[in-house]
T-cell receptor
């Protein structure tokens, strides 16, 4: 099946710094990728839709200047958490549709801001 | 307002028992997917149901899509400790649109 690789798996950063998370589709091209955020013991919450070659579409309440999304190629989308604060600590997951209508998820990135 | 209501949110049962998880919506989905997620990992797809009334079986797991494509259920027979995890249902309205997730069911199977 289709594989989505997310990197890093976990990261600890200091408050005020920026962190970049990569999401790659390894064996297929993804014109659209989705970024989710998941708090402990909760479900996935859609943050934004990443479109190759164009601006991302953000969900209501998600700050586009804080969560920068770049989808420069058909196999790579990045999410940069800028000026991270402890409340940004969370589990971030990306997903993409393969050649069928099924969505495949990355392994997730656990971000801890100290 | 939660678009996809999933219940129960928590379930703790003894090994060997049966259980059913429900996902309900007032919206019609083109497909519905069930995922299982382990702590610290991304969700892993279990099954996709597309046709109203469809039933799919995956070993001890039985998935059903409602006739109107608004609801779905996951039934586990003779639960095992290895079934412990977070189960998520997710509905899709059309191709390449973001999935709508239920709140998840955290299952704990005690040996």
């Amino acid at each position: 099946g289709a594989v989505v690789s997310q990197h890093p798996s976990w990261v600890i950063c200091k408050s005020g710094t920026s962190v970049k998370i990569e999401c790659r589709s390894l064996d297929f091209q993804a014109t659209t990728m989705f970024w989710y955020r998941q708090f402990p013991k909760q479900s996935l919450m859609l943050m934004a839709t990443s479109n190759e070659g164009s601006k991302a579409t953000y969900e209501q309440g998600v700050e586009k200047d804080k969560f920068l999304i770049n989808h420069a190629s058909l196999t790579l989308s990045t999410l940069t958490v800028t000026s991270a604060h402890p409340e940004d600590s969370s589990f971030y997951i990306c997903s993409a549709f393969g050649t069928t209508t099924e969505a495949f998820f990355g392994q997730g990135t656990r971000l801890t801001v100290v | 307002t939660q678009l996809l209501e999933q219940s129960p949110q928590f379930l703790s049962i003894q090994e060997g028992e049966n259980l059913t998880v429900y996902c309900n919506s007032s919206s019609v989905f083109s497909s519905l997917q069930w995922y299982r997620q382990e702590p610290g990992e991304g969700p892993v797809l279990l099954v996709t149901v597309v046709t109203g009334g469809e039933v799919k079986k995956l070993k001890r797991l039985t998935f059903q899509f409602g006739d109107a494509r608004k609801d779905s259920s996951l039934h586990i027979t003779a639960a095992q400790p290895g079934d412990t995890g977070l189960y998520l249902c997710a509905g899709e309205f059309s191709g390449n649109t973001p999935l709508v997730f239920g709140k998840g069911t955290r299952l704990s199977v005690i040996a």
